[in-house]
């Protein structure tokens, strides 16, 4: 049932960045469908089923998925960059600035950002929905959130002494977490409803997802994941591995996945997609 949906979440939100750059040409279009290609898109389906779970129309439902979408690739274009992480791979492919060159992949995530944005204004709904969708991914992916989350990240870099477990926590919450919260609570926003279960659920699932991140970066295969492993070990960089052990690092993403399912009992069976997601976070092998 969740591979089906996860399926048909994957279908939808391509058809849907399809049309959004439609109209698009040039080398920066290509490169923004290049790196819109492909990927898990586990915030795409957030987003569907946060919208399935209040009735919302999937013509409002599809676009706000896209857009996630955008704002995550957007992010990766960025982070894979010299000046970042220096990443030569994603998805299996090179990334945008060895595909292309450094110009073209910083215009590359600006212009996914500022796209993003557009389809979030022009959603057809009520104004209202509009403004609180826009200042939220706003708030999630600026420098409360995501961008945050990478500064933080860069300082630990050439900190004098790793980070501790709070520390930590709070630096994935921004770079990892807080554009998966804003994914869980989308369909919630636009149905004008009480979106605070659904954030608990997506926070838990944010940090599982993370910390199942870390164990990858030890334990996957790098010809699967499409990019390459073991580059927080060699970077000496605090991970909830190091700093939980690799049991324990384990046991706290089930902890956490428990704590996400819990969060989903106001909405009964009918959110059986989510808690499989929230298990398939910590399960998955890419």
């Given at each position: 049932?969740?591979?089906?949906?996860?399926?048909?979440?994957?279908a939808?939100?391509?058809?849907?960045?399809?049309?959004?750059?439609?109209p698009?040409?040039?080398?920066?279009?290509?490169?923004?469908?290049?790196?819109?290609?492909?990927?898990?898109?586990l915030?795409?389906?957030?987003?569907?089923?946060?919208?399935?779970?209040?009735?919302?129309?999937?013509?409002?439902?599809?676009?706000?998925?896209?857009?996630?979408?955008?704002?995550?690739?957007?992010?990766?274009?960025?982070?894979?960059?010299?000046?970042?992480?220096?990443?030569?791979?994603?998805?299996?492919l090179?990334?945008?600035?060895?595909?292309?060159?450094?110009?073209?992949?910083?215009?590359?995530?600006?212009?996914?950002?500022?796209?993003?944005?557009?389809?979030?204004?022009?959603?057809?709904?009520?104004?209202?929905?509009?403004?609180?969708?826009?200042?939220?991914?706003?708030?999630?992916?600026?420098?409360?959130?995501?961008?945050?989350?990478?500064?933080?990240?860069?300082?630990?870099?050439?900190?004098?002494?790793?980070?501790?477990?709070?520390?930590?926590?709070?630096?994935?919450?921004?770079?990892?977490?807080?554009?998966?919260?804003?994914?869980?609570?989308?369909?919630?926003?636009?149905?004008?409803?009480?979106?605070?279960?659904?954030?608990?659920y997506?926070?838990?699932?944010?940090?599982?997802?993370?910390?199942?991140?870390?164990?990858?970066?030890?334990?996957g295969d790098?010809?699967?994941?499409?990019?390459?492993?073991?580059?927080?070990?060699?970077?000496?960089?605090?991970?909830?591995?190091?700093?939980?052990?690799?049991?324990?690092?384990?046991?706290?993403?089930?902890?956490?996945?428990?704590?996400?399912?819990?969060?989903?009992?106001?909405?009964?069976?009918?959110a059986?997609?989510l808690?499989?997601?929230?298990?398939?976070?910590?399960?998955?092998?890419?």
């Amino acid at each position: 049932m969740f591979q089906d949906a996860l399926k048909d979440a994957q279908a939808r939100v391509q058809a849907a960045l399809d049309t959004a750059m439609q109209p698009l040409d040039g080398t920066i279009a290509e490169a923004m469908r290049y790196t819109c290609n492909g990927g898990k898109r586990l915030r795409a389906f957030l987003v569907m089923e946060g919208a399935r779970l209040h009735d919302v129309d999937p013509a409002l439902a599809d676009p706000t998925a896209a857009v996630i979408e955008m704002i995550h690739a957007y992010s990766l274009v960025h982070d894979d960059l010299p000046c970042m992480d220096n990443d030569d791979l994603r998805r299996g492919l090179p990334t945008v600035h060895i595909q292309w060159d450094e110009a073209i992949a910083v215009l590359t995530g600006d212009a996914l950002q500022t796209l993003a944005f557009e389809v979030l204004a022009g959603l057809d709904t009520d104004a209202d929905t509009r403004v609180t969708l826009v200042s939220s991914l706003a708030k999630a992916s600026g420098a409360q959130g995501m961008v945050l989350g990478q500064a933080l990240d860069i300082e630990a870099e050439s900190a004098d002494r790793p980070l501790t477990l709070p520390e930590i926590t709070r630096l994935q919450a921004g770079k990892t977490g807080a554009l998966i919260e804003w994914s869980g609570t989308a369909g919630a926003y636009l149905a004008k409803a009480d979106p605070a279960p659904l954030r608990q659920y997506a926070q838990a699932l944010g940090l599982a997802f993370q910390i199942a991140d870390d164990i990858l970066d030890i334990e996957g295969d790098a010809a699967k994941m499409g990019k390459a492993v073991h580059k927080d070990a060699e970077a000496g960089k605090a991970t909830f591995v190091t700093l939980l052990g690799m049991d324990g690092a384990k046991s706290r993403a089930r902890e956490l996945v428990g704590q996400a399912n819990d969060a989903l009992s106001p909405y009964g069976a009918r959110a059986d997609n989510l808690r499989q997601a929230a298990r398939f976070v910590i399960d998955r092998d890419t």
